[in-house]
Every structure is written in structure tokens, then in C-alpha cells.
């Protein structure tokens, strides 16, 4: 089984009260497929720039994962910039260049349609809904939506998350998406638009699983620091779909450890800046952090 990715490869200037990085390497596909790659095949779909150099796709090498569907485009990387309020909870966007991403019309290359799970990183309905019919023979089909899309292409993005089985999206935005408040009414709206699995990330509050009429959530891990919140949602994600790509069944059983993968890829991401603690990181620590969740949610 293998995990197909496809969204924004990126540079990212970022400021947090632990410190600052200009231009380190982002973009949620990339959070997404280091953290599906402790699991699973995985391959990315994606554009980037001619500043992007040998250094940034050795990161992806490292782990393993395939980079031949990520295109180089004339121009600048996407490049997006943000900063933290001092409690962490709040990020203000200070820039985003869509430079060679504005322009993306992702093309699968040969080879790639053996993938079994695709996820749709957040980028622009229409283009999440060309790769899905791409991909015909995916099995099982997740995907990420923001803000930008849920006000700018409600009919769009309701069309292309109607052929998804799974949603992946924070509080806020199944608020926006559904027009309602409380969660459990959220979900079972966003249930009849298509997806039959949907979890709602809640960031430091750990995410919940809706499916079937049944709820099952995972707390975020207790840390001591938290040093950049920067794409731990997205790291959350490929957790979640590379450890059900690799256990190849959605069973509820396997979905509650999906969760449990998918916060313990999240808790590592925000120990350091960008993709550094991925980088670093072993399938032993993952291991062991799984276990910790097992201590943390067991009673009785
Ligand atoms: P998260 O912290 O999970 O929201 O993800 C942050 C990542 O999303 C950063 O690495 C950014 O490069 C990327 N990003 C920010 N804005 C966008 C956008 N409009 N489209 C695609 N990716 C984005």
C-alpha cells in the first residue's frame, strides 16, 4: 500500500517567541510526506521554483520519498511568512507569493496511478478534483480544505470533497464549511456532503474522529516547549493516512490508531522549527511516543 500527496512544496519565513527562520523549507505537502514516509510508500505531486535547490529535495530523499511528480517551474518557490502571538495560539499571515504555484496544473506522472491512497492537500478544488480523476484506481481518498476556499468556492469545494471518503479539518473551518457551531451537528452536516470519515483537528486540544454515528477523540500531547506550531495539522495528516495506508483497512480499530499516529507526527513537529524534528526523528521515537499515548488515554 502507498500514499500519493499532492499540495504546496514551499519556503516559509517564520517567527515564533522561540525564534525566527527567513526562508526554511514548508508547504504542507511536505510536512505531510516526511510524516506519512515513517509508514508508507510515499510519492508527491507538487511544483516548485528554480531556487529550489539540491539541499531541499535531499531532505525528501532522505525519507524515502518519491519526488519525480514534483515539476520545477520557472520562477520563485511558493513562499509563504507568518508570526505567532506570544501563547502560540494565534498566527498572523505576513506574506504569501504564490510565485510558480499559481500556475499549477498537477500532472501525474507514468507510474504513479498504482499509488492506493491519495491525499488532496489544500490547494484550489478544481485542481484537487483534476488529480482525483487522475487517479481513478485510489482507493481511499483523503483531504485538507482552508478558509481561503471554504468562503471563495463553497460550490467548488462542496463538488470536490463529495467524491472524498475522508476530511481532515481544523474547528474553525468544519464551523465555516457546515454554517454550524457545535461539532457534533458540524459533522453530521459535513457527513451528508460526502465524506464519511471526518476529523476535526482542535491543534494543541489533540482531533476527533466522526464516522458511522461514532466519536473518538485523541488529546494533543503534553509538551514541555513548543517551539513553531507550523505544520503540525498537515504532519497530523500524513500520520493519520500513511499509517492506514500501511495497515491497508479502515477498519474503526485501524482509524483509532490512525489518530493516534497522526497526533503523535504533529506532537514531534512542533518540538522544533519547520521540518527539523522530522528530519531527525526515528521510527523508534515514534514507537515509543504511541506508547505514551496508550498510557496517557487508558483507564479504569
Ligand atoms: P499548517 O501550519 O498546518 O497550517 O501548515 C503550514 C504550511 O502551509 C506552511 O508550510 C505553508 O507553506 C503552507 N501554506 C500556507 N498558506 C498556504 C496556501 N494558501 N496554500 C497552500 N499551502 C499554504
Known amino acids: 500500500m502507498s500514499l500519493l500527496i499532492v499540495g504546496s512544496v514551499a519556503f516559509d519565513g517564520i517567527e515564533t517567541p522561540h525564534g525566527k527562520r527567513p526562508r526554511i523549507l ?16 510515499t510519492g508527491v505531486v507538487a511544483v516548485v521554483g528554480d531556487d529550489f535547490g539540491a539541499d531541499d529535495l535531499a531532505v525528501f530523499a532522505r525519507r524515502g520519498v518519491d519526488t519525480a511528480g514534483i515539476e520545477r517551474a520557472a520562477g520563485k518557490s511558493f513562499f509563504w511568512a507568518g508570526v505567532y502571538s506570544a501563547d ?12 510558480v504555484f499559481a500556475d499549477f496544473q498537477p500532472k501525474i506522472p507514468s507510474g504513479y496511478e498504482g499509488y492506493t491512497h491519495l491525499f488532496l492537500g489544500n490547494i484550489d478544488p478544481g485542481l484537487q478534483r483534476s488529480v482525483q480523476t487522475q487517479m481513478q484506481k485510489a482507493q481511499v481518498v483523503g483531504g485538507d480544505t482552508m478558509n481561503f476556499w471554504i468562503s471563495g468556492q463553497p460550490e467548488e469545494l462542496k463538488k470536490t470533497i463529495a467524491g472524498w471518503h475522508m476530511l481532515l479539518i481544523n474547528d474553525s473551518e468544519a464551523r465555516q464549511l457546515s454554517g454550524e457551531y457545535n461539532l457534533q451537528k458540524a459533522a453530521a452536516k459535513i457527513h451528508a456532503m460526502g465524506p464519511q470519515t471526518l476529523v476535526i483537528k482542535r491543534g494543541e486540544h489533540g482531533a476527533t474522529l466522526y464516522r458511522g454515528g461514532k466519536v473518538f477523540a485523541v488529546p494533543g500531547f503534553p509538551l514541555e516547549i513548543v517551539r513553531d506550531p507550523t505544520g503540525a495539522g498537515d504532519c497530523f495528516a500524513g500520520g493519520f493516512m500513511g499509517y492506514l495506508a500501511s495497515c491497508g483497512e479502515v477498519s474503526e480499530a485501524a482509524l483509532r490508531r490512525a489518530m493516534v499516529y497522526g497526533s503523535v507526527m504533529g506532537s514531534f513537529c512542533v518540538e522544533q522549527f519547520g521540518t527539523e524534528r522530522l528530519q531527525s526523528l526515528t521510527r523508534a521515537e515514534v514507537d515509543e511516543r504511541y506508547r505514551h499515548f496508550r498510557e496517557l488515554m487508558h483507564f479504569d
Open 26 to 41: 514548508g508547504g504542507a505537502a511536505t510536512y505531510i510526506s516526511l510524516a506519512a514516509s515513517f509508514f508508507t510508500d
Open 88 to 99: 502560540m495560539n494565534d498566527r498572523t499571515t505576513l506574506d504569501t507569493q504564490l510565485n
